[in-house]
């Protein structure tokens, strides 16, 4: 059975930073393409930042160097380190996984920024 546990998020103020992180088990971890998603009320989900099992990841044009994504494929995890993070950056943060045809959700974790 396939897991994506996140752990993370909350409410931070404007400036501030978060760090996400999805711990992934019933895959072959390194074949997987791991990303990060965001979803806003009243929006579409979108694209955050992608890393393959290797090679160099890859953003989204609203990150403008404010987030870092990284991987351990020895133990499986997968985290996104916010900074400088907006008020438009509020959104469910959701982990995924993807391969060819299959693709695999986290549960979401709300990330807040507000004063």
């Known amino acids: 059975q396939v897991q994506l546990g996140q752990s993370g998020g909350g409410l931070v103020q404007p400036g501030g930073s978060l760090r996400l992180s999805c711990a992934a088990s019933?895959?072959?971890?390194?074949?997987?393409?791991m990303g990060w998603y965001r979803q806003a009320p009243v929006k579409q989900r979108e694209l955050v930042a992608a890393?393959?099992?290797?090679?160099?990841?890859h953003y989204a044009d609203f990150v403008q160097g404010r987030f870092t994504i990284s991987r351990d494929n020895v133990e499986n995890t997968v985290s996104l380190q916010m900074n400088s993070l907006k008020s438009e950056d509020t959104a469910v943060y959701y982990c995924?996984?993807?391969?060819?045809?299959?693709?695999?959700w986290g549960q979401g974790t709300q990330v807040t920024v507000s004063s």
């Open positions: 019933g895959i072959i971890f390194n074949l997987y393409t």
């Open positions: 890393i393959a099992g290797v090679g160099s990841p």
């Open positions: 995924n996984a993807q391969v060819l045809q299959q693709t695999f």
